[in-house]
C-alpha cells in the first residue's frame, strides 16, 4: 500500500528517467507509474502529490533522451537550482517558418552555464537538431518560444556553488504569441541593474530576473507596460525586458555594453542589419533626458524582435521611421535564414 505523507509524480511516462534525481527508491518509482489509476479507498484517501501545474500553452519538452508533452516536473526541494537559483537559459524564436540566429542562442546558454559554474552537456549541433525535432511537434500556427536550459541538481562546498557534475539539461518548446508592433510605454524604474561584481550579469541567469519582474511590477502599478531600467551610476541600462535603442536627429543610438546588462543577440543583429542600411549606431553613454528628448526609441529582444517603444514616462511618442526600418529589416534578414 502507499504509505500516508510519501508523495512523488507520476503524470508523466518515463517517471524514474524523469524524477531519477529526486526520488532515490527504486521501489518508488514502480508504484508511481501505477498509482494514478488506484482509487481514494486504495489508497486510504491519500494520492501523491502533483509536482507541476499544467502548461498555460501547448508544451514540449525533450529531457533525458526523449520527448514529453506538457510542463514536466524535473526538480525537487534537494535539487541545487531551486534554493540556491542554479539555473541558466536561452530564448530564441520560431516564427512564419524560420528560427533566426538559433545557433548564437544555443552556444550562449552553453556559456552561460559555464559562467555559473555548471558543465554544458550538450553541443551547440545537438541543441540545434533537437530544436527543429521538436518544433515539428506544432501546427505552425502561434509564434514558438526555445527554451534551452541547464540547472545543477546538487551543491558543491558547503551545497551553496553547483556541482558541475550535476549539470542537467532540458530544451522547453512552447507557443507564445509575439508582441505587436504597435508598440509599449516605460516609466525610469526605482531599481537599477547590478553590476558583475554583485550578480552573474554575464550570464542569462534565472537568478537575475525576479529585480526585472519586480521592475515591470512597479512600472505596471503606475500605469506604463514596462520599465527604464538604469546602471548603479543612474544611466540607461535596458529596459526590463529588451534592449533600448534611441534616435536623435537622424542618429541611432544604444547604451553601450558595460557589464551591467546581457548585450543581447537581436541587439547585435539589428546594429548590423542597420548598419548594412546605411545607418550606423553609436553605442554610449546615455541618460535619461536622452530618451526623453529622442526623436524616437525602440527596444529589441528575442520575445518580439523590434518593437516601438510610444510612450516614456508622460511623453508620447509615434513608432518611427528608423524603428520601422529595423523591424523591416530583421524581418526579410530572417525570412532569408535556413528553415530546418
Given amino acids: 500500500m502507499w504509505p500516508r505523507g510519501h508523495a512523488t509524480a507520476c503524470r508523466y511516462r518515463g517517471v524514474s528517467g524523469l524524477l531519477a534525481s529526486t526520488i532515490h527508491d527504486d521501489a518508488?518509482?514502480?508504484?508511481?507509474t501505477e498509482i494514478m489509476s488506484l482509487t481514494p479507498s486504495e489508497t486510504d484517501g491519500y494520492f501523491p502529490m502533483t509536482l507541476a501545474a499544467a502548461a498555460q500553452?501547448?508544451?514540449?519538452?525533450y529531457?533525458?533522451?526523449?520527448w514529453y508533452e506538457g510542463n514536466v516536473a524535473l526538480i525537487g526541494p534537494r535539487s541545487?537550482?531551486?534554493w540556491l537559483a542554479s539555473s541558466v537559459f536561452d530564448g530564441a524564436r520560431w516564427f512564419e517558418g524560420v528560427a533566426p540566429d538559433i545557433d548564437l542562442h544555443a552556444q550562449r546558454v552553453n556559456a552561460s552555464a559555464i559562467a555559473l559554474g555548471m558543465k554544458p552537456t550538450m553541443t551547440v549541433e545537438e541543441i540545434v537538431g533537437l530544436t527543429w525535432d521538436g518544433l515539428k511537434k506544432f501546427d505552425g500556427k502561434t509564434a514558438v518560444y526555445i527554451r534551452p536550459m541547464y540547472w545543477a541538481e546538487h551543491g558543491g562546498y558547503m551545497g551553496v556553488p553547483a556541482d558541475p557534475a550535476s549539470t542537467r539539461f532540458c530544451l522547453c518548446l512552447y507557443e507564445a504569441p509575439m508582441l505587436s508592433p504597435s508598440g509599449f510605454s516605460v516609466t525610469v524604474s526605482p531599481f537599477r541593474r547590478p553590476t558583475l561584481e554583485t550578480m552573474p550579469t554575464n550570464a542569462k541567469a534565472g537568478c537575475l530576473y525576479p529585480n526585472n519582474g519586480r521592475a515591470i511590477l512597479e512600472a505596471k502599478m503606475r500605469g506604463f507596460?514596462?520599465?527604464?531600467?538604469?546602471?548603479?551610476?543612474?544611466n540607461v541600462a535596458e529596459t526590463g525586458a529588451s534592449n533600448i535603442f534611441l534616435v536623435k536627429d537622424g542618429q541611432v543610438m544604444t547604451p553601450a555594453p558595460n557589464?551591467?546588462?546581457?548585450?543581447?543577440?537581436?541587439?547585435?543583429?539589428?546594429?548590423?542589419?542597420?548598419?548594412?542600411?546605411?545607418f550606423r549606431t553609436t553605442e554610449k553613454t546615455l541618460s535619461v533626458r536622452d530618451f526623453l528628448e529622442a526623436d524616437e526609441v525602440f527596444s529589441t529582444?528575442?520575445?518580439?524582435?523590434?518593437?516601438?517603444i510610444i510612450r516614456v514616462e508622460d511623453r508620447n511618442l509615434q513608432p518611427g521611421p528608423v524603428a520601422k526600418k529595423a523591424r523591416e529589416l530583421y524581418w526579410e534578414w530572417a525570412h532569408s535564414t535556413p528553415a530546418g
Avoid: C, E
Wanted: hydrophobic fraction near 40%; glycine fraction near 12%.
Fill in 57 to 61: 500553452t501547448l508544451t514540449w519538452t
Fill in 301 to 308: 529582444g528575442n520575445h518580439s524582435k523590434v518593437v516601438p
Fill in 259 to 278: 557589464g551591467t546588462f546581457l548585450s543581447g543577440i537581436t541587439r547585435a543583429r539589428t546594429i548590423s542589419l542597420l548598419g548594412d542600411y546605411g
Fill in 63 to 66: 529531457v533525458d533522451g526523449d
Fill in 80 to 82: 541545487h537550482a531551486m
Fill in 28 to 32: 518508488w518509482l514502480t508504484q508511481s
Fill in 225 to 234: 507596460d514596462n520599465a527604464l531600467v538604469l546602471d548603479m551610476l543612474g
